[in-house]
């Protein structure tokens, strides 16, 4: 089930708000600029089905976003717990950094922790399959696969080459949770 817990950026063993409420989501994540919404399929798909199958199954949504946000660029990917460079692939997303484009990612199936750090907050969003998030360009925030990534996502992009990571040095993502799948968080 998506959750979104906050936190004072000092205190990560204490939330200021757990909720699992799509709506309560949405609004709280709006305050900082960050949209949050729930989209269904048009027809069935699963993790394997080709990226044209997975792209079609949402494809009013997919367009819809395109024409809102001017998006160039969209892509499919899958990452599965026997991929070999999940290790690399994890720690990469792990430290606090920021993007000049927006962050949008929909998951298809699966699932991943979108911590976002803004002012004094820690904004703590695990997103399900079902779940769109949008970060705004600038926003400081980590991900965490988990250490077996299993996901389906399909990725919006600005510039046709991706977004690359600006790294803050800070250690505040290191003092937080890990996302340690069915463990309670």
């Known amino acids: 089930m998506s959750r979104l817990r906050i936190f004072g950026d000092a205190d990560p063993a204490t939330p200021r708000l757990s909720t699992d409420d799509p709506a309560r989501m949405a609004t709280e994540l709006s305050r900082i600029g960050v949209a949050f919404e729930r989209w269904e399929a ?3 798909v699963a993790p394997g089905d080709s990226p044209e199958a997975i792209m079609e199954a949402y494809r009013g949504d997919i367009d819809r976003l395109v024409a809102e946000r001017g998006f160039r660029s969209v892509d499919v990917v899958s990452i599965a717990p026997d991929h ?28 991943g922790l979108f911590t976002l750090h803004v002012d004094d907050a820690v904004y703590e969003i695990l997103c399900e399959a079902g779940d769109l998030i949008a970060v705004p360009d600038g926003t400081t925030h980590w991900f965490d696969m988990g250490p077996s990534p299993s996901f389906v996502a399909i990725r ?5 080459d991706g977004w690359v990571g600006h790294f803050t040095g800070t250690d505040i993502a290191q003092r937080f949770p890990r996302y340690e799948k069915g463990q309670a968080l």
Do not use: C, I, N, W
């Open 42 to 44: 048009r027809q069935p």
């Open 84 to 111: 070999p460079e999940r290790e690399a692939m994890r720690a990469k997303f792990l430290d606090e950094h920021f993007h000049k484009e927006d962050e949008v990612r929909f998951f298809v199936a699966g699932s």
């Open 156 to 160: 919006f992009f600005t510039e046709p």
